[in-house]
């Protein structure tokens, strides 16, 4: 499939209301540099999440008048960020829904994971939209296959946020174009699930809150910032053939290989934050501190746990479900101390977005 084929010229009239959850997702080999329009530089591979979600009302009427056809509400209030910032997402996907132009748009979301826990909710809630959006088109378009349905859903929620096109399917996603998964491609992604182990998929991920602020670089300064670092063609190569090698890791279930290529991908990412220019730092004391404390209790328990990080300080500590009470007893004791007001997320691996009726 290409651009063209996500296009849907159709001018018509809506008058009504859908709403659909999202989660987030943790990438295990990451995105880190893209080209214009959220083209990844590398192929990236991740969990979805279960847990940390966002739930979004899309609302639809005639236009009434000339006036901004936008209203955006996050947690009960009118959010004048949102509401611009959507806007901006709108211009860019207009020719693929005309009808956004043509109508009174009122949109409701909420996150149900804390206010200020520093979780990117932007994967969540681009795939969210993105789904209420697809989700009208195919009330005018009976002819639309659940699978048009997810690579759109997918496609549009990449424009908005690269990392939330993983958002639309799960538990095991690829997006980017990978010679080791057939179908993989830079427009959407695509579940490799039927490809992955079953160990993985009812794998845990633990979100230790280290610190709630807001971090100083987002995401897509830090993607701007790959294009002059002097190891940013080292660094996509890398990622390409830990893609290709993770592929054999999650069909055998080899979780020591997993844990090899989740950690260094994290530390990865955080060295070209160090080596841009300007250089900076998102990790903190206590995400050091963390990290030190789950490598020294695997290696003297054996157990098979460990970190990745995304663009921020908190620490995802990955597990298989069946070392879950273990693991508990590990967090409360020697972990949450380190967490901001002892704040942690049981997250674990979950499917994408449902609707809500
Ligand atoms: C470190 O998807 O947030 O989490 O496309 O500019 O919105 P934009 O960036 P974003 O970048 C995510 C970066 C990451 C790695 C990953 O999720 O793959």
């Given at each position: 499939m290409n651009e063209k084929d996500f296009i849907f010229s159709k001018d018509i009239k809506l008058d009504g209301i859908v709403k659909w959850t999202a989660p987030s997702n943790i990438a295990i080999v990451k995105y880190w540099g893209k080209l214009e329009n959220q083209i990844p530089q590398n192929p990236s591979i991740s969990l979805t999440l279960n847990e940390s979600i966002t739930t979004t009302s899309l609302s639809l009427k005639p236009k009434s008048n000339n006036n901004s056809n936008l209203k955006f509400e996050f947690e009960g209030e009118t959010n004048i960020a949102f509401e611009d910032k959507t806007r901006a997402f709108f211009k860019k996907i207009d020719k693929y829904f005309p009808f956004i132009l043509n109508h009174d748009i009122e949109i409701k979301s909420k996150n149900n994971f804390p206010h200020s826990s520093g979780i990117a909710s932007s994967a969540s809630s681009m795939a969210a939209l993105s789904a209420c959006l697809v989700d009208f088109e195919k009330m005018n378009?009976?002819?639309?296959?659940?699978?048009?349905?997810?690579?759109?859903?997918?496609?549009?929620?990449?424009?908005?946020?690269?990392?939330?096109?993983?958002?639309?399917?799960?538990?095991?996603?690829?997006?980017?174009?990978?010679?080791?998964?057939?179908?993989?491609?830079?427009?959407?992604?695509?579940?490799?699930?039927?490809?992955?182990?079953?160990?993985?998929?009812?794998?845990?991920?633990?979100?230790?809150?280290?610190?709630?602020?807001?971090?100083?670089i987002s995401s897509t300064e830090g993607h701007k910032l790959m294009n002059k670092n002097p190891f940013s063609n080292q660094r996509y190569d890398i990622a390409?053939?830990?893609?290709?090698?993770?592929?054999?890791?999650?069909?055998s279930g080899d979780l020591d290989g997993f844990i090899s290529i989740a950690e260094s991908e994290a530390l990865m990412i955080h060295?070209?934050?160090?080596?841009?220019?300007?250089?900076?730092?998102?990790?903190?004391?206590?995400?050091?501190?963390?990290?030190?404390?789950?490598?020294?209790?695997?290696?003297?328990?054996?157990?098979?746990?460990?970190?990745?990080?995304?663009?921020?300080?908190?620490?995802?500590?990955?597990?298989?479900?069946?070392?879950?009470?273990?693991?508990?007893?590990?967090?409360n004791n020697e972990l949450i101390k380190y967490c901001s007001s002892n704040k942690y997320i049981e997250d674990k691996v979950g499917s994408g977005p449902e609707k809500i009726n």
């Open positions: 378009n009976s002819e639309m296959s659940d699978d048009f349905f997810w690579k759109k859903a997918s496609f549009i929620s990449r424009i908005g946020s690269g990392s939330a096109s993983r958002s639309t399917c799960g538990p095991v996603v690829i997006w980017g174009e990978s010679e080791a998964y057939e179908n993989s491609n830079d427009l959407y992604a695509v579940n490799i699930s039927n490809q992955t182990h079953e160990i993985f998929k009812d794998f845990n991920d633990t979100i230790l809150i280290i610190d709630p602020g807001q971090k100083k390409r053939k830990n893609v290709i090698d993770l592929k054999n890791i999650l069909k060295s070209l934050m160090l080596t841009s220019n300007p250089s900076y730092i998102l990790m903190k004391p206590n995400t050091l501190k963390v990290i030190s404390k789950i490598t020294e209790y695997r290696s003297e328990s054996k157990l098979p746990i460990c970190f990745t990080l995304d663009a921020g300080s908190n620490v995802h500590l990955l597990y298989p479900n069946n070392i879950k009470d273990k693991i508990s007893d590990f967090i």
